[in-house]
């Protein structure tokens, strides 16, 4: 990793940022947003068999240059390394997933964060999470609500952990929780060959894909399609043929299909398992 160098021009174009370059909370809040616009998340490789490397190189090469998404163990790190290149100071921080977990639960470290710091503020900055990922920075000095441009988020200290929590109508729910422990790339080889092998793993079991537009969340989760609209409701619908998924994962959440007989393959045994060809 000391030999690599982030490609910042390829970076920015690939996100469509034209502005400054300076560490502000502007800059930084724009890239956020403007990230998860362009690049989707998305485990096609884990949910297809195929491996997850996570060296930067290869990363940089997969959602720089092939138009690919990916998790949060390849977008976040890559986005460190751009803000790092922009001047910004980046900790990693691996989180325990709460996210549809009961409320007793003790999940295991296996996601990826940042905690990235703007004129003596931290904030906590995520491009990798999913259906629920901020799409803004969120300041770590408050337990007051924040709103981002899609959701309203709030970070409660609980003993040694921050709880990072996001509002859904009238209702808290927790997303991820994480501690001031620094982490470092090697750190995540093993919580990414876990999550990304392991059969019991989401994602291996379940194709996920997600983009945010400037006014909604668009989610793919196997077959079904959801839109979630500005004021919490929700549009479903089944995708009908092997046909529509593909053209769904390319047109709606941009990802560009590589020619793949395993991705191939993992699409027709969505529908082959629901009983539909």
Not at 59 to 80: A, P, S
Not at 204 to 213: A, E, F, G, M, Q
Not at 218 to 247: H, K, Y
Request: aromatic share 10%; proline share 6%; charged share 25%.
């Amino acid at each position: 990793m000391s030999d690599f160098h982030v490609d910042l021009e390829a970076y920015l174009a690939r996100i469509g940022f034209d502005g400054p370059r300076t560490p502000t909370l502007d800059v930084l809040s724009r890239i956020v947003l403007q990230h998860q616009m362009a690049i989707s998340f998305e485990n096609l490789n884990s949910f297809s068999g195929l491996p997850v490397i996570i060296d930067p190189a290869t990363i940089e090469q997969k959602i720089v240059r092939d138009g690919r998404g990916g998790y949060c163990h390849e977008q976040n790190q890559y986005l460190r390394l751009a803000l790092m290149a922009l001047g910004f100071d980046v900790k990693l921080r691996m989180a325990r997933v709460r996210w549809m977990q009961p409320p007793d639960a003790t999940p295991a470290r296996a996601h990826m964060t940042l905690n990235v710091a703007v004129a003596g503020r931290w904030y906590l900055c995520d491009v990798g999470f999913g259906a629920m990922t901020p799409t803004a920075p969120i300041r770590l000095d408050t337990e007051e609500e924040q709103a981002a441009p899609h959701e309203t988020y709030r970070v409660r200290p609980v003993g040694d952990e921050h709880h990072l929590e996001v509002k859904l109508g009238e209702f808290w729910r927790p997303v991820f929780s994480f501690d001031d422990v620094s982490f470092y790339p090697v750190d995540f080889e093993a919580a990414n060959w876990f999550v990304s092998t392991n059969p019991d793993s989401i994602f291996v079991k379940d194709l996920i894909v997600v983009r945010p537009t400037a006014d909604r969340r668009q989610i793919l989760n196997n077959t079904t399609l959801s839109i979630r609209d500005p004021d919490g409701s929700v549009r479903r619908q089944t995708l009908a043929s092997v046909d529509e998924l593909r053209s769904t994962v390319t047109g709606m959440f941009g990802v560009q299909l590589p020619a793949s007989a395993a991705i191939d393959r993992a699409f027709e045994r969505l529908f082959l398992n629901e009983g539909r060809t």
